[in-house]
């Protein structure tokens, strides 16, 4: 099946640091890629849509100068949160659509915490 | 805009007994996906169930079935001979492709509860 990893799966940093979050589609190419944030027992909130080669495309409310994303390949996206603060604490989940099928498989997330 | 309605917030189920989650969507497209996924608590999301609405069997996936009713736009998900891994959050979740987005549109997810 459609593997898709992300690493880190846990990150602690300190106040004002940078974080860098990486998915991969392990044996597919995703020409896109999901990044959503999940609140505890909330659904999934998209964060932004990335596309190989391209910039990514923001939702409404997400700073795009925050969490940047970087597409550069159709296996790998990296999403970097910038000067982190503790309400940037939370699960990070990626997804990445596999071309062929139209179907999003997601990564295990990442938990972050912000001291 | 798409919608997704998941109106059972929890549901619980005996062990080998058989479960059918609800979904409903609201779309005015007439090509789309749609998809089960079920969260459980290591929080990975799992892909359970695809269904292409153009086609009008329903998926099936071992023990997962769904009942996808296009004209009342419904896509319910049928879980037979319960297991306790099956306990898990199940989001139901639109893919409107066919109008060039390939966002997902998730409903609020059932909590699901397998007793033994």
């Known amino acids: 099946g459609a593997v898709v990893s992300q690493h880190p799966s846990r990150v602690i940093c300190k106040s004002g640091t940078s974080v860098k979050i990486e998915c991969r589609s392990l044996d597919f190419q995703a020409t896109t890629m999901f990044w959503y944030r999940q609140f505890p027992k909330k659904s999934l909130m998209l964060m932004a849509t990335?596309?190989?080669?391209?910039?990514?495309?923001?939702e409404q409310g997400v700073e795009k100068d925050k969490f940047l994303i970087n597409h550069a390949s159709l296996t790998l996206s990296t999403l970097t949160v910038t000067s982190a603060h503790p309400e940037d604490s939370s699960f990070y989940i990626c997804s990445a659509r596999e071309d062929s099928t139209d179907t999003q498989y997601f990564g295990p997330g990442t938990r972050l915490t912000v001291l | 805009a798409q919608t997704v309605t998941q109106s059972q917030p929890e549901m619980s189920v005996q062990e080998a007994e058989t479960v059918t989650l609800s979904c409903t969507y609201d779309?005015?497209?007439?090509?789309?996906?749609l998809f089960w996924y079920k969260q459980p608590p290591s929080r990975q999301m799992i892909l359970v169930i695809r269904q292409e609405a153009y086609k009008q069997q329903n998926a099936t996936e071992n023990r997962f079935s769904v009942n996808f009713q296009k004209a009342a736009k419904s896509f319910s998900l049928k879980i037979s001979d319960s297991q306790l891994g099956d306990t898990a959050m199940y989001f139901c979740a639109f893919d409107g492709s066919g109008a060039g987005s390939y966002q997902l549109t998730f409903g609020k997810g059932t909590k699901l509860s397998v007793i033994p």
């Open positions: 779309t005015s497209e007439n090509n789309y996906y």
């Open positions: 990335s596309n190989e080669g391209s910039k990514a495309t923001y």
